[in-house]
């Protein structure tokens, strides 16, 4: 893989409304859990679910939103240490699912990861665990 395809676009990034009502609002979304980590995900038709064609071609086929909630960590200091761990660990191994849906036309993948731990980890088993859920998600897609 080159360099330039491991980054973590703007694109890349869930921040829709629209979108992240679709992944969450109405059925369809599964979820899958690797302990602190909880994943939920949805892969839907490109034109059929957004309303905007074209803003929908400068985007990725794979879409990713980290949540931290505010119960788990009160400071924001050591919310964002968690985001910027889980972002880094799928920048590392996204390519397990975007593969899969480069496969498929007119897909787009909506992946949300959500914090489920009262406590800090280490960077090395959080990527273990953002690895394992993102194969888990490459072999359901």
């Not at 890349?12 to 909880?38: N, Q, Y």
């Not at 995900?41 to 505010?70: F, G």
């Not at 480069?102 to 489920?116: P, R, V």
């Amino acid at each position: 893989m080159e360099k330039h395809e491991e980054r973590l676009r703007k694109g890349e990034r869930l921040c829709s409304k629209k979108l992240i009502d679709t992944l969450f609002g109405t059925g369809g979304s599964h979820a899958m859990t690797a302990f602190p980590l909880k994943a939920v995900y949805r892969l839907i038709d490109c034109k059929s679910e957004t309303s905007a064609p074209e803003e929908t071609v400068m985007e990725s086929n794979v879409q990713v939103l980290v949540s931290v909630p505010k119960k788990h960590f009160k400071r924001a200091v050591k919310r964002n240490r968690v985001k910027r761990q889980v972002r880094e660990a799928y920048r590392k191994h996204k390519s397990f699912v975007t593969l899969r849906v480069n496969e498929q036309t007119d897909k787009q993948l909506l992946i949300a990861f959500i914090w489920l731990s009262n406590e800090l980890m280490d960077s090395v088993t959080i990527e273990q665990r953002v690895c394992n859920l993102l194969q888990r998600i490459g072999e359901r897609i």
